[in-house]
């Protein structure tokens, strides 16, 4: 088949016909995702009328917090064509989340590459739709549609000011995973525009007069800065330094939408929305950033530390209304080396001593090493200071897991994962006491769950709801009775200098939590309600919770599921 495309000479008013078919496709591209976005927003909308409307009918003069059997078994026994229509959408649903693999390199969710490759799709037909043989509206088109992405990019990454995040009831984190998949389909695009150009530039003999020319050298050097961005993304990139990713892309953010504004004219529409949600969502992080004092500390005998910072009551408030919310902490004033915000769970609200609370483990990455080496400096009676930017995180949007929707909840913490949970936890009791909740939570060495009384103030981890294991001895205390379980918990705290007395953790587990049967216990008890699902935790722990929690959908199961994770 012979290349369609030609460089061909056109007319004065060929030329300006096709700028307005260029002008046309990149609004095209624009516009169609905010069609979608506003699709989304008007049913929320909608569904929020309609629960407003309807409330007053739904309301009954006694309030059963849990559901009984008798109701549990008619759902089941009755099922309604839209009971099973949301069961079939909940499974396909689910089928998307799962991880796309070649082999056993994972690769992504499945819905990044199926929506992504619509969304590839739909924008290769802008790009080739109606050009003819003109190579040039060809190479033209790949830009325009390229550039006509940026907003909608910058839009996704938005903390604070993101439509996309409420239009679809989550955090920012969720969304970013859809910034990163548009990110690559631009770069993409972008990548073939410039390749075209250089194709063009050869083949008319220009190529050396090019990188004379202000016009190409930007277009170079923006392609130069989108392949750094892309560059820096990239997993091995990320872990072996996070502030090279993060600061690359702060600074190439900034810098992209002046370099292809003076590039051409005809993206500059793009360019200026593009810096104007940049600039507006920094503006209102700023306007929810509080400045704090804190006290750092490290929780003896493990890996951890603990940060207490004295707020203003208003941002205690905030916080206190969003349990499990997380916050983003950059040293300040002259503590501060540099170092970029780095998300940390909120662990505790004390609104009468006017403190949030942090619990971090000790990592490589440079915020945790300058906490660490400041540990103590309180002790000296200077304060380290602090900018807390916050409450974040898709627990606003939760629905309400101590009411009569749900038949029990199921949470699963892994480490520090328990600084989102355990909030849940005390959330859901403190609402309702008698609720069907059962926490588990794996730590590799007990000394890590004393945190849970020394941040909070609060002995949790002594309900009985609460379930501990503890890892790091699994092999050897197989056949430890319950008299040496005492005494191993006795001689870690021993250990880590914590008196007994004030800080019992009772463990039950001394061994790797298995998570099909603790799930499949949850769901087999019961009367076939609703159940909810929470993990936050590590990688392969939230993978092994949701295939145990796929296998129960796919029975037909009506679940609600969240996995919580800062690992990208």
Known sequence: ??????????????????????????????????????????????????????????????????PTADTSTRRKATPSPRRWLSTKLQQC??????????????????????????????????????????????????????????????????????????AFRTSHENINRWHRVLGYITYILALLHGAFYLNYYIQVGGLGHAFLRSVPVLGMLGLLGMTLLSTTALSVIRHYSYRIFIVTHLVIALAIPPIIWFHVHHARLYMGEALCIFLADVAARKLHTVKASAAIEPIPGTELIKIVAQVPPETLRN?????????????????????????????????EAGELTFVARLRAGPLTKTLERLTGVQSHGVGIGLSIEGPYGAARYFPNLAGPNFEKVLLVAGGVGATFILPLFESILTENPVANVKMVWAVRDVAEATWSTLATGRKSVDDDRVHLFVTSRSRESSSLDGSELGNIEMDRLEKAEVSISDLKIPVENLRRPDLQMIVDDVFQGGSHGRIAVVVCGPAQMARDVRKAVGFWIKLGRDVWFHDENFGW
């Open 1 to 66: 088949m012979q290349w369609p495309y030609h460089i061909v000479k056109l007319s004065a008013a060929e030329k300006h016909e096709r700028r307005v078919s260029l002008d046309h496709i990149g609004l095209y591209a624009q516009f169609s995702a905010i069609l979608i976005i506003s699709c989304f927003l008007l049913a929320r909308l909608a569904q929020w009328i309609i629960l407003k409307a309807t409330a007053s009918t739904k309301r009954r003069a006694d309030y059963d917090v849990v």
């Open 93 to 166: 649903l689910w089928w998307l989340g799962d991880e796309a693999a070649i082999g056993r390199h994972r690769i992504g969710r499945r819905d990044e590459w199926i929506f992504g490759g619509i969304w590839t799709s739909w924008l290769l037909f802008l790009c080739v739709a109606g050009t003819g043989e003109d190579y040039q509206h060809l190479t033209k088109r790949f830009g325009q549609v390229a550039t006509s992405q940026f907003p909608l990019q910058y839009l996704l990454a938005a903390k604070r000011l993101n439509p996309v995040a409420f």
């Open 319 to 351: 916080f206190r209304a969003y349990p499990a919310s997380h916050a983003y902490l950059s040293i300040t004033s002259r503590w501060r080396p540099g170092v970029i915000a780095s998300p940390f769970t909120v662990a505790a609200v004390r609104e």
